[in-house]
């Protein structure tokens, strides 16, 4: 907490408040003292800001209201109803002002004091990430996971530990996003191992940042069996929304489309292609297109063989089919009658 700010630390209320009542003290015998020649008034703005951080709301009202009466009683100049009221609104909106400040101040930490408990008491691993792919905050769990050369996984790069979930914030800093996938991780041993990770996305004034929490299910895999890289190269698992989302993308239908064949949410849709980006290390539909013909050719369920259903537009579908590097962009085997002489 900046230096300033511990001037409101609950230790400090006795003390700052009798500071506070010396110098609205003071103030009123040198304004009665100079009264003839200069007013002092405005001065009483500065022991009401220090004490309102620990006075309720009616009552910094109440000293704003009382510091502009000892103002007018003291002033030269005449009476008037008119400046004494724009006097205390003065003094009490500054007190109230400063007030509301330290008291979202006091809420903040309370609640980052909170979080930082759940955290380090969790048993999962769990981590949060800022802007730059540092990981800014790190529990126990964690710290046993990942096993970071020199202890200490705070200011780490999550790169280095699990790059999937760093490719995932740099993508998503626009928005927030809420996901969860598989990937591999790797230990500060060299040791890898499978993760399941959930994460979101959000923001903390401008920068984005991402909160994440991490398994090992490196002994779950290996229990059941599931496609994995030992099948094809660069292949990573998918699971069954994955897999008949990634069919309807490469038969060229939009999110909506998709969302309204599965019955499920467009941002459910939108969710699962992050994940595939994620997993197969791609930015664009495009590449991801070309990625699922090359290693997941297995997933892509043929259509009925009377339609030829193409990523390419018409007009190339059949010019798509003279060349076996291309042919895995369709998914139905055309009639014999359909195929070019």
């Not at 300033?4 to 609205?24: C, K, M, P, Y």
């Not at 309720?56 to 103002?71: D, E, H, K, M, Q």
């Not at 927030?176 to 191992?193: D, I, K, L, V």
Request: hydrophobic share 45%; proline share 5%.
């Amino acid at each position: 907490m900046p230096p300033l700010e511990r001037i409101w630390e609950d230790h400090n209320r006795t003390l700052v408040q009798i500071i506070s009542g010396a110098i609205i003290t003071v103030i009123a015998l040198v304004d009665w003292w100079t009264k003839p020649y200069v007013s002092l008034g405005f001065l009483y703005l500065f022991p009401i800001m220090l004490a309102a951080g620990f006075l309720p709301r009616w009552a910094i009202v109440l000293s704003g209201a009382s510091c502009a009466g000892l103002a007018e009683v003291f002033s030269s100049l005449d009476r008037s109803f008119t400046r004494l009221s724009l006097e205390t609104l003065a003094l009490a909106g500054c007190g109230l002002f400063v007030a509301e400040l330290v008291r979202n101040r006091r809420m903040i930490q309370e609640a980052g004091d909170r979080f930082r408990a759940l955290v380090e008491t969790s048993p999962a691993a769990i981590v949060t990430v800022d802007e730059h792919g540092f990981i800014e905050l790190a529990n126990l769990a964690a710290t046993q996971l990942t096993t970071p050369r020199d202890g200490h996984l705070v200011k780490a790069p999550i790169a280095e530990f699990l790059p999937d979930l760093h490719r995932a914030l740099r993508w998503e800093q626009p928005h927030q996003f809420r996901a969860s996938m598989q990937c591999q991780g790797h230990r500060g041993n060299g040791e890898t191992f499978t993760a399941d990770v959930w994460f979101s996305t959000y923001k903390e004034g401008l920068s984005s940042k991402l909160a994440a929490i991490i398994a090992d299910v490196t002994e779950e895999v290996n229990v059941v069996p599931r496609t994995s890289t030992s099948e094809h190269d660069g292949r990573t698992a998918l699971h069954a929304r994955e897999s008949d989302v990634l069919r309807l993308l490469v038969q060229g239908l939009a999110n909506k489309e998709i969302a309204g064949r599965m019955e499920i949410s467009e941002s459910t849709v939108k969710n699962t292609l992050q994940q595939l980006f994620a997993k197969n290390n791609v930015r664009t539909r495009a590449q991801l297109v070309r990625v699922a013909i090359e290693r997941y050719r297995d997933h892509l369920t043929p259509a009925t063989p009377s339609r030829i259903e193409c990523a390419f537009p018409a007009s190339k579908a059949r010019t798509s089919l003279r060349t076996h590097s291309q042919v895995g962009y369709c998914f139905a085997h055309p009639r014999a009658s359909e195929l070019p002489e």
